[in-house]
């Protein structure tokens, strides 16, 4: 399985994460928002400039900034989908 960053992963993509790459008060809230290592993700939907991503966590629904998904890296479970 492929180890990317969270904001490489596209719409419909699961992933389980593997690391968070930071410390601090935004390591600790990544944290409190249930984002830790082994936690199993999926992207469910992107803003137009792809910024914030929605993503699907223990059954509900939570929002990251580009700058806060850099520090998450994942292992990808699904491929993404195909796109013409």
Do not use: Y
Not at 14 to 22: F, M, N, R
Not at 34 to 59: F, S, W, Y
Request: glycine share 8%; hydrophobic share 45%.
């Amino acid at each position: 399985m492929a180890r990317i960053n969270l904001r490489q992963m596209a719409v419909n993509q699961s992933g389980i994460i593997v690391a968070i790459k930071v410390g601090g008060e935004l390591g600790h809230r990544i944290r409190e928002m249930g984002l830790v290592p082994g936690t199993e993700i999926t992207v469910k939907q992107r803003a137009p400039l792809n910024d914030p991503v929605a993503l699907r966590v223990m059954d509900g629904t939570l929002t990251l900034r580009n700058n806060e998904a850099d520090f998450i890296d994942v292992e990808v479970t699904t491929a993404p989908p195909f796109t013409n």
